[in-house]
């Protein structure tokens, strides 16, 4: 099956708020691609710290069949533009990957099934 890339924010790296229950929700979702057999790399970025480049990297480091969008990155207004240079980075550098859009951390194995 193909290799997925999981592209959110890192919760340690967000001032202000307890990053706790979002890494064990990240941990719970590595855990669900290793279940399935899905080999998955992420790619937890910083909002302020040239997120483009590290994702470019990331895009660059290795063969994707499917790129997940982490709601973080998606869903807060004021990373609109950072959501929309994610999805050109992606259509630049993995063109032939599909996106896909998860709920939750947990979640990111079925988001990309969904299109693998």
Do not use: K
Request: glycine fraction near 10%.
């Amino acid at each position: 099956m193909a290799r997925v890339l999981v592209i959110g924010l890192d919760p340690a790296r967000i001032d202000g708020w307890d990053p706790a229950p979002v890494q064990a929700a990240i941990a719970r979702g590595r855990a669900r691609f290793d279940d399935l057999g899905v080999e998955a790399d992420w790619c937890l970025v910083t909002a302020g710290e040239d997120p483009e480049a590290a994702i470019a990297a990331a895009l660059t480091g290795a063969q994707y069949g499917c790129v997940v969008i982490g709601g973080g990155i998606r869903t807060h207004e004021p990373l609109l533009r950072l959501f929309e240079n994610v999805v050109n980075l992606v259509r630049q550098h993995a063109p032939g990957a599909a996106i896909a859009f998860n709920s939750t951390p947990e979640d990111c194995a079925d988001a990309a099934l969904r299109w693998l």
